[in-house]
């Protein structure tokens, strides 16, 4: 695919037929006069031009045309989702589908020919079609895998996005969480997080929140920043960048992954159970599941020290 997709007139696939509404529109082109066009491709999260096109990734549609032309319009098949429009057929922000394919229909009005004396225009359409493959899925590793039991009531999950080809749809966060010794009902509250990871699916918020630094009181970052606070605690941060935010949940994205860290908090004796599932594309890649007592006790070498009681101890992750 690299170079672009060239299509000369005679390839073209449809011509377009002037509609009853649509007097003022040119004459359709006869097929020896139709210019070549050719569309571009750009995936927005690496940067590369004509690249493979992979299912779920973000990638812009530019149509160039070998002739003077206007009107040009870059439309896909009907169900592609558009971020961005674009103008004049160039820059069409898309998530790419399924495969087999992509397909996409351009449309423009020309002059009808090279001889500037010659002043009329024709109009003109060309569908063309581009290969899609599978995203692959990303991978899934626990920070705390092999600690000792006694140390697993922290979790600390990395979702890292395969290297090549990976699946940018986004990750579905849901926290069940209590402040028993017991893991909670799968008919209680589930705080859920919806992690965006296409630039395009960023959202501009109108009310600014308090930056998180060091000098920001405990109760503003629970409001403003993490996930949970109370007897279970729990913040994401996207690779590359910083903590995310819960109550703006896509004013950032991370294409690149993201760390979620969950853990019991607050004064001794800390009782507590949750579980913490993470899906993208609807299948299920993490589920954490984790309820004890945690207590503060004399360390060895003097100081107060954290020692669990954990009850239940479940892990399941997408291998890394």
Not at 178 to 183: K, T
Not at 205 to 218: D, E, N
Request: glycine residues 8%; hydrophobic residues 35%.
């Amino acid at each position: 695919m690299k170079g672009g997709l060239l299509v000369g007139g005679a390839a073209a696939v449809a011509i377009l037929l002037p509609s009853s509404g649509s007097a003022q529109s040119p004459a359709p082109c006869e097929p020896g006069q139709t210019a070549d066009v050719q569309v571009t491709t750009k995936d927005r999260v690496h940067g590369g031009k004509d690249t493979p096109l992979y299912a779920t990734h973000e990638v812009e549609l530019s149509a160039r045309v070998q002739a003077d032309a206007s009107n040009v319009q870059l439309i896909p098949r009907p169900g592609v989702r558009i971020l961005k429009p674009g103008s004049n057929g160039r820059n069409v922000d898309v998530v790419i589908p399924r495969p087999p394919s992509l397909t996409v229909t351009v449309s423009w009005e020309q002059p009808v020919s090279s001889d500037p004396a010659e002043a009329g225009r024709c109009s003109a359409t060309s569908t063309l079609s581009f290969p899609v493959l599978d995203a692959k899925p990303p991978t899934v590793r626990l920070r705390e895998q092999r600690w000792p039991r006694s140390e697993q009531n922290h979790v600390t999950f990395v979702v890292k996005p395969a290297r090549t080809g990976e699946s940018l749809a986004p990750i579905e966060l849901t926290l069940r969480r209590n402040a028993r010794p017991e893991l909670p009902s799968s008919r209680a509250r589930a705080l859920r997080w919806s992690v965006p990871m296409r630039p395009g699916e960023r959202r501009r918020y109108a009310k600014r929140i308090p930056a998180l630094t060091p000098f920001l009181s405990q109760g503003k970052a629970c409001r403003y920043w993490y996930l949970s606070c109370g007897a279970v605690f729990s913040q994401v941060e996207a690779t590359r960048l910083h903590t995310l935010s819960f109550r703006q949940p896509s004013r950032w994205a991370a294409p690149f992954g993201i760390l979620v860290a969950t853990d019991a908090i607050g004064p001794s004796p800390r009782r507590f159970g949750y579980d913490i599932q993470a899906r993208q594309g609807g299948r299920l890649i993490a589920r954490y599941q984790r309820a004890g007592v945690c207590r503060d006790a004399p360390g060895t070498l003097g100081g107060v020290v954290n020692r669990c009681e954990l009850l239940v101890i479940r892990n399941f992750s997408r291998p890394g």
